[in-house]
């Protein structure tokens, strides 16, 4: 009997070292697995990622491009969304000096400096200095493809220029030619125009308007853009040395990608 319980204690001894083996390996082959997947998980998480901020980067920050200062104020004709009025570059052929401004409704450079362009609009469009000529025509335009960014369409265009009371025409360049025109590749971008009787308006100032950013926590004083126009109205020279503007590229359509 002894000799029996021996043997079928031997046998089922056996069986359970086997499967003990067996469960071992497979916790070991877990153990791994994960630790592999936690590693592929992080090389997933991380080079893409760096890729894709490098990505974001690029894409949301860009400075204006070089015009030629005395460049031409390029004809346009645009509709305006908020009371449906077409405008036309004729239509401040009477004013000393025009403020072109490249802008939409979602770029934060835009937003970091909407209240503060208002601001100053309101200010040298009334002309309060009275040491400075008539005052100054000022003109918004966005370009961004509704295709890619429907947040910048005109419905919505409307809306911003009266939630913010703009004093100023915002017009919808839906064909983006005459962004083209006037070389613009950001937002906001600023092109200043002086007219001298009835030569054509001349670029005098393409820069930025101040030295603040969205995230270097400078305050926004449009210190650039102020004294470029404080220059043309009270007829002094605008310095040559001027800073590009820097924003968000404007948006163009998918079809013609620049």
């Not at 083996?21 to 070991?28: E, F, G, I, N, V």
């Not at 970091?112 to 040298?124: G, P």
């Not at 308006?201 to 650039?224: A, C, E, K, M």
């Amino acid at each position: 009997m002894a000799t029996v319980a021996t043997a079928g204690a031997h046998a089922l001894a056996v069986p359970r070292r086997a499967f003990l083996a067996t469960r071992t390996k497979q916790l070991s082959f877990l153990s791994t697995s994960l630790k592999m997947g936690f590693n592929l998980l992080q090389l997933r998480s991380t080079a893409p990622a760096t890729a894709r901020k490098n990505l974001i980067i690029r894409a949301a920050r860009i400075e204006s491009q070089g015009v030629s200062l005395g460049f031409r104020a390029p004809h346009f004709e645009l509709p305006e969304p908020l009371t449906g009025k077409m405008w036309k570059l004729e239509d401040f052929e009477s004013y000393p000096a025009l403020l072109v401004m490249f802008i939409c409704n979602h770029c934060p450079f835009v937003k970091h400096l909407q209240k503060d362009i208002v601001k100053l609009s309101n200010f040298y469009m009334t002309v309060a200095n009275p040491n400075l000529l008539k005052g100054l025509a000022v003109v918004a335009i966005s370009s961004n493809s509704v295709a890619t960014h429907p947040q910048d369409g005109p419905e919505f265009m409307a809306e911003e220029a009266k939630l913010f009371n703009y004093p100023f025409p915002y017009l919808y360049d839906e064909s983006q030619d005459v962004a083209q025109d006037f070389g613009a590749a950001c937002t906001p971008e600023f092109f200043l125009f002086k007219k001298d009787g009835r030569r054509p308006f001349q670029l005098v100032y393409h820069g930025q308007f101040d030295d603040s950013r969205p995230s270097n926590n400078l305050p926004v004083t449009g210190r650039d853009i102020r004294l470029a126009i404080e220059c043309v109205l009270s007829g002094q020279p605008v310095s040559s040395n001027q800073k590009p503007s820097v924003g968000c590229s404007i948006k163009w359509h998918p079809q013609t990608v620049q």
